[in-house]
């Protein structure tokens, strides 16, 4: 730049009139009258416009809109002018009114079994195509198994209708030779199992890519080292390969525990209709009938909130808890 | 991995097993496939032979994809789903890119709380009620925009974005400023031409989640003329309402069974993700170890 020789003037005048106009000190050196600052990145600030409208309009004014959940809501009112009604709209959570407590129930059982059934599977997979000698072979088996991850929930209820509901695949092969078909996708018993076997089939292939990448991280001189010291694949497995994914393991793990409260909305409630409120109501969908369905704005938004809170609750927590096992956590605080 | 590991080769048991494990875990997710498109394919006996769902189509008749073509509901919900899913990525893209760049100037005017403002929206999301209600006070309900506005900004894609433009040399954007150049030409001119891979996949994103959106539709169209595909799907194929031949457009003089015709529904819906899905499986997986390294 040509202007080197006079920059610590231009820059330091801007600074001596802040001295001596402001009523309070500059805290640094080279800070710049917020007005001045905000003429200079005029440009900046008209290119955040667009998208900034959208964070504060359907992301903080929705989440300020939770004020609803003290009021007694009236529709036909303005937003916001409705009478509070303090905590009168959570007594369904404090005073535990059946319906709720069934959703809650519903849904830690649900959290329970995915992570015991679904969490695994995408380590078991991906420790399978890692083993694998041809490089061919695991990328066609990975474009196989990544796809259902891009379909819809519709779509895939759609399609395992066509397998094992009630006039699909399965069934229609059992009457053809003379059996009687199986319910497995109107049946309340069922319901856990058909939500679980659906999330795997979804999403195991997707879960896979970052155990891969951990997988490909892992030190090949400590396999030879093993193998030298005579570690059969086995001891390999246990002493080598799972010690090298476990904080990969131990962070998503904590990540899914502090997501607890969310089980899939939208694969529950297109298939809720055919199994009842009692085997299929969870929290997201007890807000949906209540709130949107029903009409009750006021305890469903209440509901909705404390869920909200205790699920950030949850993940602050969850984070907390990687850091004093020593991995690092998804925020650094 | 290593050069070692692959030389002292598995049992051959091992092997066998291994290899029936993997084409059983792939037959899983093809099969269903194949029943759907021989389905959408078959002929109203073969259809009743097989009780509903044919795996193997002994001959192939495209009724069922003339008459959902026929402008009927399918054909109103495809243009729709096509239309929210152009105008969508469109809007998406623009905003966040221009704010992604926004936020990648460090030091600038409020970059700080606004970066953090979008960072928090990772964090919790407000609700459903109250989502609705906005959504109903902008006097949005019933408008295609109520399937655009409400999602149109993910704060992860906005991240990745901004990880991506920071990542781009300084020099090449200073040498512009001395030039003289704004930052919308610099934006313009330098970072968006460098970014072409990252905006394409994030580009994808947005379209797949607009295509795939089923239920903002639900919250907030009641007309049903303007239900995007995911929804007629969930009406005609989930839920199994009839579709007779005023539903699918008053040309058809054949009505396909029913069978099919709900397949067909099912393979126009498929079709646009299998086309992007070479692209998404490529990208998707690095745009995943990103978001992941450096989010």
Not at chain 1, 108 to 117: C, R, S
Not at chain 1, 173 to 185: E, F, Q, V
Not at chain 2, 55 to 69: G, K, Q
Not at chain 2, 200 to 227: Q, R
Request: proline share 5%; aromatic share 10%.
């Amino acid at each position: 730049m040509s202007h080197t020789a006079t920059d610590p003037v231009a820059v330091r005048a801007p600074e001596a009139r802040a001295v001596t106009g402001a009523t309070r000190p500059p805290s640094r050196r080279h800070k710049q009258r917020w007005y001045r600052r905000l003429h200079r990145d005029r440009a900046l600030i008209l290119m955040a416009v667009p998208g900034m409208a959208l964070v504060l309009g359907f992301h903080y004014l929705p989440l300020i809109g939770n004020v609803i959940a003290f009021q007694d809501y009236v529709p036909f009112l303005p937003f916001g002018s409705s009478p509070w009604v303090g905590l009168e709209n959570f007594e369904v959570i404090l005073n535990g009114d059946p319906a709720f407590l069934r959703a809650l129930r519903n849904t830690l059982v649900l959290t329970l079994v995915q992570v015991v059934f679904v969490f695994p599977a995408p380590i078991a997979l991906a420790l399978l195509l890692n083993s694998l000698l041809s490089e061919r072979i695991k990328r066609v088996v990975q474009s196989i198994l990544y796809l259902p991850h891009f379909l819809s929930w519709v779509i895939v209820v759609a399609v395992f209708q066509q397998i094992v509901g009630g006039s699909g695949l399965i069934n229609n092969t059992l009457r053809a030779n003379g059996l009687d078909p199986i319910s497995l996708m109107g049946n309340s018993d069922l319901f856990v199992t058909l939500l679980t076997t659906q999330v795997i089939w979804k999403d195991t292939g997707w879960a896979t890519i970052l155990f891969l990448a951990a997988l490909s991280q892992i030190d090949s001189s400590l396999y030879e080292a093993a193998s030298v010291d005579g570690a059969s694949r086995i001891r390999q497995l246990w002493h080598v390969t799972l010690p090298g994914i476990r904080g990969l393991i131990i962070l998503l793990l904590i990540l899914r525990l502090g997501d607890s409260l969310t089980v899939g909305f939208e694969q529950i409630i297109l298939q809720q209709h055919s199994v009842g409120l009692a085997a299929s109501e969870v929290l997201d969908t007890y807000v949906y009938n209540n709130g949107i369905v029903g009409g009750q704005w006021g305890v469903s938004a209440a509901v909705g909130l404390v869920k909200g809170v205790v699920g950030v609750i949850l993940v602050l927590g969850a984070n907390k808890v990687a850091h004093i096992f020593g991995e690092a956590g998804v925020y650094k605080s | 991995m290593s050069a070692s590991r692959r030389l002292d080769a598995p049992p051959m048991p091992a092997r066998a097993v291994k290899g029936i494990a993997l084409t059983v875990i792939c037959a899983l997710v093809i099969i269903p496939f194949v029943g759907i498109v021989s389905t959408s394919l078959a002929t109203r006996e073969q259809v009743n032979a097989a009780g509903g769902f044919v795996l193997f189509p002994s001959s192939v008749t495209w009724d069922a994809y003339r008459s959902i073509f026929a402008g009927g509901v399918v054909s109103q919900a495809m243009l729709v789903s096509i239309g929210i899913t152009v105008v969508g990525t469109a809007v998406s893209l623009v905003a966040s890119t221009l704010l992604a760049y926004a936020l990648s100037r460090q030091g600038s005017f409020g970059q700080k709380p606004m970066l953090m403002l979008v960072l928090l929206t990772l964090l919790f999301s407000p609700g459903m009620i109250p989502n609705y209600l906005v959504v109903k006070e902008f006097g949005l309900l019933d408008s295609y925009w109520a399937l655009i506005l409400p999602t149109a900004l993910s704060g992860f894609n906005v991240i990745v974005l901004r990880s991506f433009f920071m990542g781009i040399p300084a020099e090449l954007t200073d040498s512009a400023r001395i030039d003289g150049a704004g930052h919308l030409r610099i934006f313009t001119n330098i970072v968006l031409p460098l970014s072409k891979a990252v905006l394409a996949v994030i580009g994808l994103f947005y379209a797949v989640g607009y295509w795939n959106a089923f239920f903002n539709a639900l919250l907030y169209m009641n007309d049903s003329g303007k239900w995007p595909l995911q929804l007629v799907l969930r009406t005609y194929v989930v839920n199994n309402a009839e579709l007779g031949a005023s539903d699918l457009g008053a040309t058809v003089d054949v009505v396909p069974p029913q069978a099919s015709v709900q397949m067909a529904i099912l393979v126009v819906t498929i079709v646009p993700i299998l086309i992007v899905y070479p692209f998404l499986q490529r990208h998707f997986a690095k745009g995943v170890l990103t978001g992941a390294v450096k989010g």
